[in-house]
């Protein structure tokens, strides 16, 4: 333990100020022990209150941590591998720069309007995972809106990826592509929503469907293209799987109008 001594004091006023500022550390002990106490007699008289009402009673909750790729559109293909797409043109800027690396695959709608999708691993990834990533891309672009049921996907390596032309940068949410493209032809739009472990989680069709075979999404809920709007959509999601953040889920939904199946 270190302490200060004031050398122009002397030995008895130092020790004077220790104990003055021992007694002030103390009072304030006994304050945050006081609150805590006021607190716990709250809370029971609370319990009991409610429990004598007949009312139910439930336990605070508590806030999951998030991971860093909750802040886009995410999911993990049926073969594990972790796929991020841009909420916005902002967004497809920050994927393109820092997380699109060499060895991943860059996916995109052809389409004017659309989330960039990275899938980590994207080039030794098997084809299904692939076919997962193309849906997830379709699925967030502007083909939902347009009420489209399918829509051409392409995807491109690191490389064949660039911001910069001979004229300079290019605006924000555009790219430079270069090189063969590897087309995925009229790939049909379609998610699918559940809940692990209380978080909701919003998923390809292609992912679900094996997801739900192996016993991991039991209860799901098919999204495709309808008449209901966004936020009916979502409360119909919130009623189904006893999700009740309906922020969370209206951001997680891309936008358009949706049609919803419950399994």
Known sequence: MEIKIDFTKSPQENAGDYYTKAKKLEQKRLGIEKTIADLEAK????????????????????????????????????????????????????LNS????????????????????????????????????AQFAASYSSAWKAGLSSV?????????????????????????????REWYRGTELGLAAFSEGGKLKVVPMLTVEKLHASGIASKFVELGIGKEKKSDA??????????????????????????????
Do not use: C
């Open 43 to 94: 809370l029971e008289k609370s319990i009991l209150t409610a429990t004598a009402s007949g009312k139910a009673v439930t336990a605070p909750s508590i806030r999951q941590k998030k991971e860093w790729y909750e802040k886009f559109h995410w999911f993990f293909t049926s073969s594990g591998a972790l796929a991020i797409g841009g909420r916005d043109a902002q967004q497809n800027e920050v």
């Open 234 to 263: 979502a409360k119909r999601i919130s009623k189904a799987l006893g999700v009740d953040d309906l922020d969370s889920i209206i951001q997680q939904l891309p936008a358009g109008e949706f049609s919803v199946i419950v399994h």
């Open 98 to 133: 820092k997380y699109f690396d060499e060895g991943d695959l860059f996916f995109h709608a052809d389409i004017f309007g659309a989330s960039v999708v990275v899938l980590k691993g994207g080039v030794s990834a098997s084809d299904t995972a692939k076919l997962e990533a």
């Open 152 to 180: 051409d996907v392409y995807a491109m390596r690191r490389g064949q990826v660039s911001k910069s032309t001979s004229k300079g940068s290019l605006g924000t949410g555009s790219f430079l592509l270069s090189g063969e």
